[in-house]
C-alpha cells in the first residue's frame, strides 16, 4: 500500500486537472527505474489505463497504479508534497530505502 498525504493529494488534484486529467477516474502511476545518484530513482506520472499486473490502491482520494516489479520496492510508501524554502516537489517517504541522495530522488535498498 502506498499513502498519500493531505498536502500530496492537493498539489495531485490540481496537477491533474492541469494536465487534462480528472482526479476521480484516472491514476498516478507510481514506479521505480534504474538511475539516480543512488541507484534507483522515483517516476510518477498519470495514466489513464492500468495493465494487468498493476497493484491498484487508493488514498485519501487518490487512485495509485505500480506495477508488479515497483511494488516491492515501494511497500509502506508515503507520497507527500513538499513546498518549502528547500524546493518544491513529491517527496517518497520509503522505509525500505537503505541510502537516498541529498535531492531525495533517488535511493537504494
Do not use: H, W
Request: proline share 1%; net charge negative.
Amino acid at each position: 500500500m502506498i499513502t498519500v498525504s493531505e498536502t500530496a493529494r492537493k498539489k495531485v488534484v490540481e496537477l491533474m486537472t492541469d494536465d487534462g486529467f480528472d482526479a476521480t477516474s484516472d491514476y498516478v502511476r507510481v514506479g521505480v527505474k534504474s538511475g539516480g545518484c543512488s541507484g534507483l530513482s522515483y517516476d510518477l506520472t498519470f495514466d489513464r489505463n492500468t495493465a494487468a499486473e498493476d497493484k491498484i490502491f487508493e488514498d485519501n482520494g487518490v487512485k495509485i497504479i505500480v506495477d508488479k516489479k515497483s511494488f516491492l520496492y515501494l511497500v509502506g510508501t508515503t507520497l507527500e508534497y513538499s513546498g518549502g524554502l528547500n524546493g518544491k516537489g513529491f517527496v517518497f517517504n520509503n522505509p525500505n530505502a537503505q541510502r537516498t541522495c541529498g535531492c531525495g530522488e533517488s535511493f537504494s535498498l
